[in-house]
């Protein structure tokens, strides 16, 4: 697999050091830094103009901008998902932030939304964002479900449950789906949801997939050892039968009945597939998420940035997510283990739960 060349692979020490200064002035104090300021700080003696040429260097490459003609330089979106990914120092999380957010959730009698309202609390306390906690999915039997396209990335799945409660989820869904397709897999799952959960679809779909597999082996056996056709990408989710010609499938004595029979499987088997990757879509999750800037798709806020972590039940299952949104010059830093250690704690107190 060829690696994706980063900036950094044509940067020397000097430019690397020049950004990283750059880009930890602007998270403290969010001013433009200037050639002026970095002199007195950089590791090595170098003039001013020097510093100049680098850090138009840098702009050159998309990693700085120059808010103005006089100015000093802030980085960019793209600068900053750069640091983050490649020069962010995560600390340990602070003593006195670790007690805040044990004492904090210290009281196990209350209820769910009581503990909610005050993860929010205390996160948006100690990092001074905006706290974003999503509470546990629920896992109640599915009365209804819904696919909604909101554009060629992003959809909406609506999930009625049959305890009244509604979840809303947004998702990307596989490449090439249409509102129509979404229609077509709501109303599949909707014939068989009633009285299951979400995993018991999943569980639903593989067996349909199974036994469309299956039905299409059994049909095309003879074909292939005849050797009137063959399998391309046999066992994966692109697999296809390759006939030589419906001409010679007549000429040989073959039933041209069958081949369509077998496309029709083939069209339902991609249709179950379709549905099981959108189940699995709408279930996911990762550990500690950085969106920065346009990145954070879910909000529309091109100027705000999102740290996001997952919590887990006793199983290990994704049940919800808690996190902060904050202007772009976040102390990522600091940030990052005040999430991941705050998922950790709700995680824990859910298994206790049970």
């Known amino acids: 697999m060829t690696e994706i060349e980063s900036p950094f692979d044509n940067m020397n020490d000097r430019s690397r050091e020049v950004f990283r200064r750059v880009v930890q002035s602007y998270l403290e104090s969010g001013d433009p830094v200037g050639s002026r300021t970095l002199t007195r700080e950089m590791s090595e003696k170098v003039s001013a103009a020097t510093i100049r040429n680098v850090m138009q260097d840098l702009e050159h490459l998309g990693l700085l901008d120059s808010p103005h003609i006089s100015a000093g330089r802030v980085p960019t979106q793209i600068g900053l998902r750069m640091f983050v990914d490649g020069l962010l120092e995560v600390r340990d999380l602070d003593a006195v932030d670790r007690d805040h957010l044990q004492n904090t959730m210290s009281s196990n009698s209350d209820g769910v939304p009581a503990l909610m309202d005050r993860v929010g609390g205390a996160l948006s306390g100690l990092t001074q964002g905006a706290s974003l906690v999503l509470t546990p999915k629920t896992e109640a039997p599915i009365k209804h479900i819904e696919f909604v396209s909101l554009g060629p990335d992003r959809a909406l799945v609506v999930l009625v449950f049959a305890d009244g409660q509604v979840e809303n989820r947004v998702f990307t869904p596989p490449m090439g789906q249409t509102p129509s397709s979404m229609r077509e897999a709501a109303n599949f799952l909707n014939a068989v949801a009633e009285g299951r959960t979400v995993l018991e679809l999943q569980r639903v779909v593989s067996g349909e997939i199974s036994k469309r597999r299956q039905e299409i082996d059994t049909l095309a056996k003879d074909m292939v050892e005849s050797g009137l056709a063959l399998w391309e990408n046999e066992g994966t989710a692109t697999e296809r039968l390759i006939v030589r010609g419906r001409s010679n499938l007549i000429n040989e004595g073959g039933d041209p009945a069958e081949l369509d029979r077998i496309k029709t499987l083939f069209d339902d088997l991609e249709r179950k597939r379709d549905i099981a990757e959108f189940l699995e879509l709408t279930d996911e999750g990762e550990g500690v998420r950085i969106f920065i800037g346009s990145e954070n798709k879910l909000f529309s806020l091109s100027g705000s940035s999102l740290v996001v972590s997952p919590y887990m039940n ?7 997510a808690v996190g902060v949104i904050g202007p772009t010059r976040l102390n990522y830093g600091r ?15 859910m298994a206790d739960r049970g």
């Open 314 to 320: 006793a199983d290990r299952k994704i049940i919800g």
């Open 335 to 349: 940030i990052v283990p005040i999430v991941d250690y705050t998922a950790q704690l709700i995680g824990k107190l």
